[in-house]
């Protein structure tokens, strides 16, 4: 069977909430356009953006930027003077890309970890999410028990990858280049579950009811497993070398984005305008780590 998995966003994109932040985008212009200059990038003027094209959080349509993540990218080069520049690859030549300043900043449901500290500056946060196993409605796996001698897909790069292969008993884990080939074989029935970005299972789930897939979080063993049992802080990886530009668009992210409630509007868009995904991690692991002692992560309970 073959079975094609890629999700459009479809019809025109829902875009009249951006007037009503026309004023505060103009004030927030303003004040980021003074410190413009200061900003380093590839390209003078313009903003390189590494994205590997899942839906809906990354792809480029009639020539433009959007999706979830996308669309917020956008957003901030604009407020930033800058102009977007889009380069598509699989996820681990995206980190490889930004760690040696090929691109400016990479995104797509890319959660905050400690190790990607030490090789790129990343962002304030935009949403956030847990790790939930996809799988066949009649199916309810919900542990790590649940593994046990079971067909687990992810994909190649993904940092809970060496987590998943030491689970205690686990069948299989299976690695894949993209997450189209994840959702296909699980579809298929060739895999008994898969941990993918929980956005990209939510679009295919509302596009794709036929598919009879559903999402389970996963019963969290810190002790064991604290990678795949944290919660994780979705944000933008910028290459290293340009701290200046990742604390230009961690501006705009906490003093536009949450304060205008735009990412709740823009996730909203594409059907995950559900409050979870706008609460924060608690503990915050990013405290001491690269952030001060005194960083709270934002939330969007004004949003609600």
Same mark, same amino acid.
């Given at each position: 069977?073959?079975?094609?998995?890629?999700?459009?966003? @479809?019809?025109?994109?829902?875009?009249?909430?951006?007037?009503?932040?026309?004023?505060?985008?103009?004030?927030?212009?303003?004040?980021?356009?003074?410190?413009?200059? &200061?900003?380093?990038?590839? &390209?003078?003027?313009?903003?390189?953006?590494?994205?590997? =094209?899942?839906?809906?959080?990354?792809?480029?349509?009639?020539?433009?930027?959007?999706?979830?993540?996308?669309?917020?990218?956008?957003?901030?080069?604009?407020?930033?003077?800058?102009?977007?520049?889009?380069?598509?690859?699989?996820?681990?030549?995206?980190?490889?890309?930004?760690?040696?300043?090929?691109?400016?900043?990479?995104? @797509?449901?890319?959660?905050?970890?400690?190790?990607?500290?030490?090789?790129?500056?990343?962002?304030?946060?935009?949403?956030?999410?847990?790790?939930?196993?996809?799988?066949?409605?009649?199916?309810?796996?919900?542990?790590?028990?649940?593994?046990?001698?079971?067909?687990?897909?992810?994909?190649?790069?993904?940092?809970?990858?060496?987590?998943?292969?030491?689970?205690? =008993?686990?069948?299989?884990?299976?690695?894949?280049?993209?997450?189209?080939?994840?959702?296909?074989?699980?579809?298929?029935?060739?895999?008994?579950?898969?941990?993918?970005?929980?956005?990209?299972?939510?679009?295919?789930?509302?596009?794709?009811? &036929?598919?009879?897939?559903?999402?389970?979080?996963?019963?969290?063993?810190?002790?064991?497993?604290?990678?795949?049992?944290?919660?994780?802080?979705?944000?933008? =990886?910028?290459?290293?070398?340009?701290?200046?530009?990742?604390?230009?668009?961690?501006?705009?992210?906490? &003093?536009?984005?949450?304060?205008?409630?735009?990412?709740?509007?823009?996730?909203?868009?594409?059907?995950?305008?559900?409050?979870?995904?706008?609460?924060?991690?608690?503990?915050?692991?990013?405290?001491?780590?690269?952030?001060?002692?005194?960083?709270?992560?934002?939330?969007?309970?004004?949003?609600?």
């Amino acid at each position: 069977m073959t079975t094609t998995l890629k999700v459009s966003a @479809g019809g025109s994109r829902k875009s009249a909430w951006f007037a009503g932040f026309a004023i505060a985008a103009g004030m927030l212009f303003s004040v980021t356009q003074a410190s413009a200059d &200061e900003i380093k990038t590839i &390209e003078p003027g313009k903003l390189t953006i590494g994205m590997n =094209g899942d839906m809906p959080m990354t792809q480029v349509k009639d020539g433009v930027l959007s999706g979830t993540d996308g669309e917020l990218m956008v957003y901030v080069a604009k407020q930033l003077g800058l102009e977007p520049k889009v380069v598509q690859m699989d996820w681990a030549a995206l980190i490889e890309a930004t760690k040696q300043g090929k691109v400016d900043v990479m995104h @797509g449901a890319m959660g905050w970890i400690e190790p990607r500290t030490k090789i790129m500056n990343l962002t304030d946060p935009i949403y956030y999410f847990g790790t939930l196993l996809a799988q066949k409605e009649e199916n309810n796996y919900s542990t790590f028990a649940d593994m046990k001698g079971k067909s687990v897909g992810t994909v190649t790069g993904f940092t809970l990858v060496p987590e998943l292969k030491g689970v205690e =008993g686990i069948g299989e884990v299976k690695l894949y280049d993209t997450s189209d080939g994840v959702m296909q074989d699980l579809v298929a029935g060739r895999l008994d579950m898969a941990i993918l970005d929980p956005p990209l299972v939510q679009w295919a789930i509302v596009q794709h009811p &036929e598919w009879k897939l559903k999402q389970v979080p996963l019963a969290p063993e810190a002790d064991k497993y604290p990678i795949m049992s944290t919660k994780y802080s979705v944000i933008f =990886g910028v290459n290293k070398d340009e701290k200046a530009l990742a604390d230009a668009m961690s501006k705009v992210i906490s &003093e536009d984005i949450w304060k205008n409630c735009i990412n709740v509007k823009t996730m909203a868009n594409y059907g995950m305008g559900d409050k979870a995904w706008f609460v924060p991690p608690s503990p915050d692991p990013r405290v001491g780590v690269d952030r001060p002692a005194d960083f709270k992560s934002p939330n969007a309970d004004h949003c609600f």
